[in-house]
């Protein structure tokens, strides 16, 4: 491929992100296509390269040696063709290229995020900013922002990665909840026995460990696991479960007297909200902006 053009640029987008995804059909949502156009698009890739970049059948999606390759020499032309866009629009004193961003999910509600803000600000510096904003596990947005899939995080942090930098933005309040019809709901604070709360049925999120930051209990009855507030709030709500959420989230049932908060004197902890970064590697011009529009901003709530 000597000459490259704009349709050669969307093939190697396209490649790239399948390959990240790791396969065709986990890459139809982040490239908004069917399966049979992403196959096509591969197709026309190879074909015009003159090699095999993948296989994939019964075992899966795997790079061959030379989509190996390849990849690398494609991320190296579009990291060349991101840091072109970014130059011209400094010229123009305007913040262009891409953003990509991690965020844990439902952080929305709480005042001391200021994300929104801070996408604002930098909006009304930009020419032809494309920001992606995606919603993840701390891990997934340690990975990301590790494997260079994203330019900075912003969540909790159970283990720091030596290749990260991890930077305080605030802390998060959580406190242990119940729904209306469970046996603790019309209870009183007085009545409730911390260590009795171990006979109940606990929800826990997946990647987090509640029961060792809140120091006050021993062990959970865990008897469901998810990996997202909102099924944490659901089955909160059903009444059959306790569990942990940011008390910014729980505030509009609390608030509703469909959910209470149990003995937050004694259970409440708190989660510490980082900016995560690439150790080793400069920001592009987009995700400097950012990042320090969000240390103001946090800093001046």
């Not at 990240?20 to 698009?41: P, R």
């Not at 933005?169 to 242990?176: A, K, P, W």
Request: glycine share 8%; aromatic share 8%; with cysteine.
């Amino acid at each position: 491929m000597i000459k490259v053009t704009d349709f050669d640029l969307r093939l190697l987008r396209i490649f790239k992100t399948v390959s990240d995804c790791g396969g065709f059909s986990a890459a139809e949502a982040a490239l908004n296509m069917n399966l049979s156009t992403i196959s096509t698009h591969m197709a026309d890739l190879e074909a015009r390269l003159g090699i095999r970049l993948c296989d994939r059948g019964r075992r899966g999606f795997r790079l061959t040696d030379e989509g190996r390759a390849f990849y690398l020499s494609a991320q190296r032309l579009l990291d060349s063709v991101e840091a072109f866009r970014m130059d011209v629009g400094a010229l123009h004193r305007q913040i262009s290229g891409e953003l990509l961003i991690g965020i844990v999910d439902n952080t929305i509600t709480d005042t001391q995020s200021q994300v929104a803000r801070a996408i604002d600000v930098l909006k009304r510096q930009s020419r032809d900013l494309e920001i992606r904003l995606e919603i993840k596990s701390p891990s997934e947005i340690e990975d990301g922002v590790s494997q260079g899939k994203l330019h900075l995080g912003i969540g909790p942090v159970r283990n720091a990665q030596p290749g990260l930098n991890y930077e305080p933005l605030y802390r998060e309040e959580l406190q242990l909840y119940c729904g209306s019809g469970h046996p603790l709901f019309d209870a009183s604070p007085d009545d409730i026995d911390v260590e009795t709360l171990a006979s109940f049925d606990y929800v826990a999120r997946g990647y987090l460990r509640e029961t060792k930051e809140s120091g006050s209990i021993a062990s959970f009855k865990h008897t469901a696991t998810v990996f997202h507030m909102e099924a944490v709030a659901m089955l909160i709500l059903s009444g059959r479960f306790i569990g942990y959420l940011p008390s910014h989230y729980a505030g509009l049932w609390v608030s509703q007297g469909t959910m209470r908060s149990i003995c937050p004197e004694r259970l409440t902890h708190h989660a510490e909200f980082q900016l995560i970064t690439r150790k080793g590697r400069e920001m592009p011009t987009p995700a400097q902006a950012f990042a320090e529009t969000l240390r103001s901003s946090v800093g001046g709530n």
